[in-house]
């Protein structure tokens, strides 16, 4: 238990390890600490901001979504209007057509009647003056009466 | 063990002595018979030679493992340092980033000034005195008996025991309290804080009075730092290696001696690695009050 130089020799090395650990322990691994812990708060910094963007996302997506949804039932009310007209178009026409065949089916019955007409007083008349022919033959020539049928003919 | 031929008190008065290098006087005595017949350079041959050849001799033993252990610290510290990387950190560097994170958060709890030396310095005080205190718990004769194999007569293998290794850094932690002490309230705050407290008065009469009587309690507190830091240090460690060679010395009583001896030295062994430790982290955290004691005016 002598104090003796070895005291001199562990001040000494004890100052060289301090200055060792000073200058190539401690410095680097702290700065490493500090850059990791760094590095660890931006990560937390950049996480939580692609948190807000995705909510920020997420709320615009529901309001083009919302957008979307009230130009779709704008396209299915017009269209519906667009149909319904189509309907009415197509009604009216079809009555205009319809009326434009009955008139016409109309005038041709009425031409049909006037032919048989025409073709019922003819024959009639055949008929009346060979009633009146076979009634006459033996009184009447038929020569001489032709004016009379004739005229009695037009007169039907 | 103890040998067939050693007493116990011999037994144990050879577990206290360093390797001791220095000048021996001649004509020095070691159990009766003379050694030297003149002054030579040269190993101590016993703990009387040791003591002989006074201040201009070294021990060994001491420089030897404080050097190697140090060296082991550094070693270790330097690899986690050179491979260090901000991603997933490997074991030694977990290992390294613990007690670096340890030694930091003990250095922000205890001291506010800024200074970049603290730190480093507390970690360098608490890695190397705990290696130092641990090989308190190597069996004592272990390497003692495998250096005597290699023709080595002492051997002391804790650098802790020995007071100049304690003494050694509370001298050097010493220095710095003083120099920053100076550095931040320059020369005249350092005087002062010695002279003008704990009593004061507004006469400058009686404070000029009250000078030489604070400065020796100033100046006894100041140097009872070093003194009870390297006390402590070396008290515990002295004590436990005591302790150690006792309880070696039950072996060669008998087999129940023995049987009792062992479960003594692992109860002792156990406890110890709680003083080794907390030994080291009261060197660490006195030395980091001081310096803030040095940084700051009271």
């Known amino acids: 238990m002598n104090i003796n130089l070895t005291l001199i020799g562990q001040l000494l090395s004890f100052v060289v390890f301090v200055w060792f650990t000073m200058k190539y322990v401690w410095t680097p691994i702290m700065g490493a600490l500090e850059k990791r812990r760094k590095e660890i708060a931006d990560g937390l910094a950049a996480g939580e901001r692609g948190q807000h963007e995705q909510e920020l996302a997420k709320q615009r997506a529901k309001e083009v979504l919302k957008e979307a949804k009230i130009q779709a039932s704008d396209i299915l009310a017009q269209a519906q209007k667009r149909a319904s007209e189509i309907v009415d178009d197509a009604k009216g026409s079809a009555r205009e057509e319809g009326e434009r065949i009955l008139v016409a089916a109309r005038s041709e019955i009425e031409q049909e009647v006037n032919r048989a007409r025409e073709h019922l007083r003819e024959r009639v008349a055949v008929l009346a003056v060979s009633g009146a022919e076979k009634i006459l033959r033996r009184e009447i020539n038929a020569d001489a009466h032709q004016q009379i049928v004739d005229q009695l003919a037009k007169e039907i | ?298």
């Open chain 2, 1 to 298: 063990m103890a040998g067939d031929t050693l007493t116990s008190s011999g037994y144990i008065k050879h577990h206290l002595t360093n390797l001791t290098f220095g000048k021996l006087p001649g004509g020095t005595y070691c159990e009766g018979e003379q050694v030297v017949t003149q002054d030579t350079w040269t190993v101590a041959h016993c703990a009387d030679a040791a003591k002989e050849m006074g201040f201009n001799a070294i021990h060994l033993d001491t420089m030897f493992w404080s050097i190697v252990l140090g060296v082991i610290f550094l070693y270790l510290f330097k690899k986690a340092a050179d491979s260090v990387t901000t991603g997933v950190p490997g074991g030694l560097q977990n290992f390294a980033e613990w007690i670096v994170e340890f030694i930091d958060q003990s250095v922000r709890g205890s001291f506010s000034a800024r200074n970049d030396l603290v730190a480093p310095l507390s970690l360098t005080i608490f890695i190397w005195i705990f290696l130092m205190n641990l090989m308190d718990l190597v069996p004592v004769d272990f390497i003692p008996e495998i250096s005597k194999l290699l023709g080595i007569h002492f051997m002391k293998v804790v650098p802790s025991t020995d007071p100049n290794a304690t003494f050694g850094m509370a001298i050097g932690v010493f220095l710095l309290v003083l120099y920053y002490s100076i550095k931040i309230k320059g020369v005249g705050g350092f005087l002062g804080e010695l002279t003008l407290q704990p009593f004061s008065s507004k006469n400058l009469l009686v404070n000029v009075l009250f000078i030489p009587v604070n400065f020796v309690l100033e100046f006894v507190s100041l140097i009872a730092k070093p003194v009870s830091l390297a006390l402590r240090l070396f008290g515990n460690m002295y004590a436990g290696e005591m302790i150690f060679i006792l309880i070696a010395i039950m072996y060669s009583a008998g087999i129940g001696m023995g049987i009792f001896g062992g479960a003594l030295q692992l109860g002792w062994a156990i406890f110890h690695i709680l003083i080794i430790t907390l030994q080291a982290f009261i060197f660490m955290t006195l030395t980091i009050v001081y310096l803030d004691m040095a940084h700051h005016e009271h």
